[in-house]
């Protein structure tokens, strides 16, 4: 009587009541373990919750990446703004600055081999860095400043691009001196005279490519609400006005109407395809083919080509490694290639009866020409042996000149080089950023015209 054993956890004693120091033992040996327990549970309970909430935060993390919902865009813009900053030393948009490749000159124009270069123009689109705007600008091919067209999106489109950036991308300039303009994320195609006034201008989403036709027209690619959805049509229109004058589908006069033969888009006829998908930056798996250029085949080379016939379209595929040969009649696909290129822009029709496609390689730290023959399906690489090196993960263009140089645009070098048929550099252009070292403006495409090739000096006259 009066003593009690006691057996828990890190105590063990028999305590008996004889004194004053009972109650100091009793709390030691009994009272303790039962507080430490009791602190315990509170401590794991209160990890266990934080372990929950920490698990619920991941779980709606992936949910906002996946499906790109509140705060997506937020946190988005964010990472954007500090990486841009940790990059360059300021905020700009995703592409707008890019950083230049070793060995690149700091000039804006640099003449490797002054002997070699194609006598013209130079017609460039990209960020002026010193206007805080884009513009086309036409440069002699000396090397110095001709012309400069100012394109502001804004003043285009005051309700500003649904799709989140003003950045053009489809180029071509006329001979009256004026330009066709279109933006992959834009909601508009313009064409604007040598003032930057409007000729025309036509809603919707026209883009990457407008490619003239014999008949004066051009030919380019119109996407259902994006550029990166899944639905696009090849849409023809008149370059004067702008009007419409045909168009046909890729997903319901091309795909649907092969069946079998549909395998070369990497889908069935019956694929649930939709007309509102994820911006490809929330989620890639949304842009199917992403359609980047499209060029009908001319008259006066037709003949090159026996298997095709004048005004064939050639198209390029980016996301499935994917270049053909449509006929706009009927939608039929009569010769395609997944490959040997990677990510690819720009096919050309050349006139030795090959294509020539631009392989970005994207990943793979430089991009290259490759040359097929459609029929043979042999393949080369013109510029293995020559001493330029250029990537671009994406985007890019190049152009067969007539004294045999090739005229490539490097969109994330900032950078266009005219290049000797093998390969050797001949002249070099850098979007210089102001104020920035080691970085250049984006270029977004790019051309060369002959000297005589405008009907009117291109200039400004009010």
């Given at each position: 009587?009066?003593?009690?054993?006691?057996?828990?956890?890190?105590?063990?004693?028999?305590?008996?009541?004889?004194?004053?120091?009972?109650?100091?033992?009793?709390?030691?040996?009994?009272?303790?373990?039962?507080?430490?327990?009791?602190?315990?549970?509170?401590?794991?309970?209160?990890?266990?919750?934080?372990?929950?909430?920490?698990?619920?935060?991941?779980?709606?993390?992936?949910?906002?990446?996946?499906?790109?919902?509140?705060?997506?865009?937020?946190?988005?813009s964010g990472w954007?703004?500090?990486?841009?900053?940790?990059?360059?030393?300021?905020?700009?948009?995703?592409?707008?600055?890019?950083?230049?490749?070793?060995?690149?000159?700091?000039?804006?124009?640099?003449?490797?081999?002054?002997?070699?270069?194609?006598?013209?123009?130079?017609?460039?689109?990209?960020?002026?860095?010193?206007?805080?705007?884009?513009?086309?600008?036409?440069?002699?091919?000396?090397?110095?400043?001709?012309?400069?067209?100012?394109?502001?999106?804004?003043?285009?489109?005051?309700?500003?691009?649904?799709?989140?950036?003003?950045?053009?991308?489809?180029?071509?300039?006329?001979?009256?001196?004026?330009?066709?303009?279109?933006?992959?994320?834009?909601?508009?195609?313009?064409?604007?005279?040598?003032?930057?006034?409007?000729?025309?201008?036509?809603?919707?989403?026209?883009?990457?490519?407008?490619?003239?036709?014999?008949?004066?027209?051009?030919?380019?690619?119109?996407g259902e609400r994006?550029?990166?959805?899944?639905?696009?049509?090849?849409?023809?229109?008149?370059?004067?006005?702008?009007?419409?004058?045909?168009?046909?589908?890729?997903?319901?006069?091309?795909?649907?109407?092969?069946?079998?033969?549909?395998?070369?888009?990497?889908?069935?006829?019956?694929?649930?395809?939709?007309?509102?998908?994820?911006?490809?930056?929330?989620?890639?798996?949304?842009?199917?083919?992403?359609?980047?250029?499209?060029?009908?085949?001319?008259?006066?080379?037709?003949?090159?080509?026996?298997?095709?016939?004048?005004?064939?379209?050639?198209?390029?595929?980016?996301?499935?490694?994917?270049?053909?040969?449509?006929?706009p009649a009927s939608?039929?696909?009569?010769?395609?290639?997944?490959?040997?290129?990677?990510?690819?822009?720009?096919?050309?029709?050349?006139?030795?009866?090959?294509?020539?496609?631009?392989?970005?390689?994207?990943?793979?730290?430089?991009?290259?020409?490759?040359?097929?023959?459609?029929?043979?399906?042999?393949?080369?690489?013109?510029?293995?042996?020559?001493?330029?090196?250029?990537?671009?993960?994406?985007?890019?263009?190049?152009?067969?000149?007539?004294?045999?140089?090739?005229?490539?645009?490097?969109?994330?070098?900032?950078?266009?080089?005219?290049?000797?048929?093998?390969?050797?550099?001949?002249?070099?252009?850098?979007?210089?950023?102001?104020?920035?070292?080691?970085?250049?403006?984006?270029?977004?495409?790019?051309?060369?015209?002959?000297?005589?090739?405008?009907?009117?000096?291109?200039?400004?006259?009010?």
């Open positions: 009587p009066g003593c009690i054993r006691t057996r828990k956890p890190f105590a063990m004693a028999e305590l008996c009541d004889e004194g004053p120091g009972y109650r100091i033992l009793r709390q030691a040996f009994v009272r303790a373990p039962r507080n430490m327990t009791r602190s315990i549970e509170k401590r794991v309970f209160i990890v266990s919750a934080l372990f929950l909430v920490a698990l619920a935060l991941f779980a709606y993390g992936v949910i906002v990446g996946r499906f790109g919902i509140w705060p997506h865009a937020h946190i988005q954007q703004a500090a990486s841009s900053y940790l990059r360059f030393g300021e905020v700009a948009p995703r592409g707008r600055l890019v950083l230049v490749p070793a060995g690149a000159s700091r000039e804006m124009v640099t003449v490797h081999q002054a002997e070699r270069r194609a006598e013209g123009y130079y017609a460039i689109l990209g960020w002026d860095s010193g206007d805080k705007g884009y513009a086309a600008w036409l440069q002699r091919h000396e090397g110095g400043p001709s012309h400069r067209w100012r394109i502001d999106y804004g003043r285009l489109d005051p309700d500003g691009p649904s799709n989140e950036s003003d950045a053009p991308h489809a180029f071509y300039v006329l001979p009256d001196a004026s330009i066709i303009v279109g933006f992959d994320r834009g909601d508009l195609m313009v064409r604007l005279d040598g003032c930057g006034r409007v000729i025309w201008q036509k809603d919707g989403v026209f883009h990457h490519a407008v490619s003239p036709a014999d008949d004066g027209s051009f030919w380019t690619w119109r994006a550029a990166y959805g899944h639905f696009h049509y090849l849409h023809n229109f008149d370059a004067e006005t702008g009007r419409i004058i045909r168009e046909f589908g890729l997903i319901e006069d091309v795909i649907r109407g092969a069946g079998e033969g549909s395998h070369v888009f990497g889908v069935r006829p019956d694929y649930p395809f939709q007309t509102n998908v994820p911006d490809p930056q929330v989620d890639p798996t949304g842009d199917l083919f992403h359609p980047n250029d499209i060029e009908p085949l001319s008259d006066d080379i037709a003949n090159r080509f026996p298997q095709f016939e004048s005004g064939d379209l050639l198209v390029s595929f980016r996301n499935i490694n994917l270049v053909a040969v449509i006929e939608g039929r696909v009569k010769w395609s290639s997944n490959g040997p290129w990677l990510a690819q822009h720009d096919p050309d029709f050349l006139d030795d009866g090959t294509l020539s496609v631009y392989s970005n390689n994207t990943g793979r730290g430089r991009s290259e020409i490759i040359r097929i023959d459609p029929v043979t399906m042999a393949t080369r690489n013109p510029l293995f042996d020559g001493n330029v090196r250029f990537a671009s993960n994406s985007m890019g263009t190049h152009q067969y000149l007539p004294n045999g140089n090739i005229l490539l645009t490097v969109p994330q070098e900032g950078r266009v080089l005219e290049v000797t048929k093998r390969g050797d550099l001949v002249l070099e252009f850098n979007n210089v950023a102001v104020g920035l070292s080691g970085v250049n403006g984006h270029i977004a495409n790019a051309m060369w015209v002959p000297a005589d090739y405008f009907v009117r000096t291109p200039g400004c006259e009010d």
